[in-house]
């Protein structure tokens, strides 16, 4: 009986064995790495997801990577609204930025388009036509006291009052007031 298991065991190891496939792993593929839009690729449409991109082609269409980085290298040319929590711009982009962290305009950056996010980098020599806004959002804007919150949620009691009268003095109160055209 002895014997028997070691020719089952010398049979088995003379057989190539299977290698055995561990499964997907359930951390995200972006743990360090990018994917790559190379130089010689055109992309016409849409792209989402969980991975940090870089592009070095061309892209016409939405880049939408919401808690990853999108690089435009120096090659790299999007016509594309970008939303994305880092966004860094070396090559040339056509379109609205949204950055959730940050955007960053390097010196070889072309940008024509609007630029939201609460961070913004722009470095000398870098080409930029639109706006900016820098708002840091709803969590870190001062919040109203209570008596500016009254002032504003009261309405302007004398909005119809005539202009004689508040020609004549009639407002002796510090209180703001709005007129109406007439």
């Known amino acids: 009986m002895f014997e028997k298991r070691n020719v089952k065991q010398e049979a088995q190891s003379a057989d190539p064995a299977p290698e055995k496939i561990s499964p997907p792993s359930?951390?995200?593929?972006?743990?360090?790495?990018?994917?790559l839009i190379g130089p010689g690729i055109h992309v016409n449409g849409d792209i989402s997801g969980d991975e940090n991109l870089v592009v070095e082609g061309k892209v016409d269409g939405k880049i939408r990577l919401d808690h990853n980085q999108v690089e435009v290298g120096q090659t790299g040319r999007v016509n594309a609204d970008i939303t994305a929590k880092v966004i860094k711009i070396a090559g040339e982009?056509?379109?609205?930025?949204?950055?959730?962290?940050?955007?960053?305009?390097s010196r070889s950056g072309n940008v024509h388009g609007n630029i939201v996010a609460p961070r913004m980098t722009l470095e000398d020599g870098a080409i930029f036509k639109g706006s900016i806004d820098m708002d840091p959002g709803e969590s870190v804007k001062p919040k109203l006291s209570d008596t500016a919150k009254k002032t504003v949620e009261k309405p302007a009691e004398k909005v119809n009052e005539s202009p004689k009268a508040v020609a004549s003095g009639a407002m002796k109160e510090s209180k703001s007031y709005t007129l109406n055209g007439s």
Do not use: L, N, Q
């Open 26 to 35: 359930s951390t995200p593929a972006s743990s360090g790495r990018s994917a």
């Open 93 to 105: 982009v056509r379109g609205d930025i949204k950055g959730t962290e940050k955007v960053i305009i």
